[in-house]
DNA sequence: CAGGGTAACTTTCGCGCGCAAGTACTTGTG
DNA sequence: CACAAGTACTTGCGCGCGAAAGTTACCCTG
């Protein structure tokens, strides 16, 4: 009512002072290298709170050149339950920083402008690999930190953050006694790149281990595919499923109901991701969960390292990757 | 390599083309008003993009005190699934318009700083109501267009897009031919004031037609609740469940699974937002679809309505949820 | 009591851009 | 041929802030 618009500078603070803007810039700066009393920077806390004073980021952004936002771009793949947890950490790490942590999700129709081009971010930090054109993309707009720095797919997706947990999920059966397993995927194309890097772990892990991985494929529930995968399991002898994630483990459980399948004693079934969907299911499904928390320190250091040269936590995040175990592995 | 990591300003364009760097302005900004040439129009075009020139959109900020940056404020609910496509098209339509939607969600912990204190967005806009700290806080920071206009929680909370689907659900069900109805709903605090909202509509639904709502409650799987809420809901000689979304609709079926009911002859259940899941379970899930779309479109011209003063669209949307029938409540 | 040193400031510049207000030159008109 | 009405530009200010460089006034030292 009574307050124009008028958003309050730092020069209204220190003409109702009676000081230079640079002495109230320095104290609300904390410019290191300048001798101001006590007092004297007291007065000026003081009264910017009074007045309420706001730094304008705009102006902060263009006279320091930096815009202290990070942007994260995240794959298109519906992963809010694991994510979740972890953005709430990074952000939190980041925001007492100083930072503003702004997510992006690139669509396949994808927007005219990227997100990196209107925000001026100082950092931009990839859950996954970037594309070449992605990358010129943010470098044509100033945009010099990007991570992660590696190009190929191939070092990402088979990095321990994302297969960690399908490991796991097949020394689980195998612990469990199932010696000739399967390995299910999804369908959507989204996913694929992310499903080819958990399929070779879930080889690998079975490989050495000395198990039968003896079937890979993509199921899905609209054209009947999964119905016919577990079909074909049973006939095979295959007593246990890893599912790339709690999505296609519930609909291969579903399925292997309909085909007249007890779960877990015709057919195990474990999921990955934990989802809170997982308990709730009958059987509830065996899972793996995530340490999000760590994931979201770590993501956030690494901004932190790339932004302002701190230094980057000795360890690589021990991710804690674990299995819960429930009702569809359950012997 | 050869470039240095200085950025091509409007300035580089004017001075390698002999140009004031205000008539390139003029050009690039489209200013109207002015009679520039085609032919220089063209050369400062083809200049610019032969050099590469990015706008500063600090600098385009500070001067044309705008941000183009729009603010989503998302409850603190997972609501991916129903969300997903809605943010695609609202920030797809934004993007046309030339402006940024970011989105915030809000934590119990909460930020040190919220977001629209550090991205100055010219206008917030949030999915449910906000609280008067909210609304303080952001014209503190100088935010003078937030949007939903409306205060009380309430009055949004009754909102058609929030509660057609659950009267949809009723009436479904009463169409099913049942008459004794029970609605359950989430534990999960965060959903409370939905769920209320949500509660209500079921009520009014139920005596518009009248059937008997017999019971209300929200129920979980890791106390039993749901599992005695089944057992109880049986005694009573209530015949199907509405839930609040399709998760509470899974548990639910799973529970009177475990107490050897059978879905949907002894209990019919369904859900609420037509996620994947709904389709991969056994019995697959009836639920109610929303016209992610729609609101999609609503929610961009909102925003641009408050922005610039576009029309707003006469119709409000009509946001088409539809129920989607399946094995869990099919006679 | 000159000189240097320092505390406590102020003056000033520059970030890149939008845009109001010029200015010089051309063209049309009576 | 004078003069208004364009056309095609340019000059220059201000947005709010960070921070380098400058300016006092004062105190201490020898």
């Excluded at 002495?23 to 101001?36: D, M, R």
């Excluded at 469990?176 to 996913?191: I, M």
Aim: glycine share 6%.
């Amino acid at each position: 009512m009574t307050q124009r618009k008028k958003r309050v500078t730092a020069t209204d603070v220190a003409r109702s002072l009676g000081l230079s803007r640079a002495t109230v810039g320095y104290v609300l700066n904390n410019t290191p290298g300048q001798s101001i009393p006590p007092a004297t920077r007291e007065r000026v806390m003081a009264e910017a709170a009074r007045l309420g004073y706001r730094p304008h980021r705009a102006a902060q952004a263009l006279a320091s050149g930096r815009s202290m936002i990070i942007l994260l771009v995240l794959p298109d793949w519906p992963m809010e339950h694991s994510l979740r947890l972890t953005l709430e950490t990074a952000s939190h790490v980041l925001d007492e920083a100083g930072y503003a942590l702004v997510t992006y999700t690139r669509h396949e129709g994808g927007q005219a402008r990227p997100l990196w081009e209107l925000l001026n971010p100082d950092v931009v930090i990839a859950w996954t690999a970037i594309s070449a054109a992605e990358r010129t993309s943010m470098q044509a707009s100033g945009i010099t930190k990007i991570l992660p720095v590696l190009q190929q797919e191939q070092a990402v997706l088979s990095s321990p953050t994302l297969t960690a947990g399908t490991h796991l999920q097949i020394a689980h059966l195998y612990e469990q006694g199932h010696r000739r397993l399967a390995f299910a995927t999804s369908v959507n194309e989204r996913f694929s790149l992310l499903a080819q890097g958990r399929a070779a772990a879930a080889r690998e892990e079975a490989d050495r281990l000395g198990a039968e991985l003896l079937d890979l494929r993509p199921v899905d529930h609209r054209d009947g595919s999964v119905v016919r995968a577990v079909r074909e399991w049973h006939a095979q002898g295959i007593t246990a499923v890893a599912a790339f994630n709690d999505d296609i483990a519930a609909m291969t459980v579903a399925a292997a109901q309909r085909a007249g399948l007890s779960v877990p004693d015709d057919l195990a079934v474990i999921g990955h991701d934990d989802t809170p969907m997982a308990g709730m299911l009958y059987p509830s499904l065996s899972s793996v969960s995530i340490d999000n928390v760590g994931q979201g320190h770590y993501l956030a250091n690494q901004a932190l390292h790339a932004a302002e040269y701190r230094p980057l936590p000795e360890a690589p995040p021990d991710l804690h990757a674990a299995i819960v175990v429930r009702e569809s592995t359950r012997r």
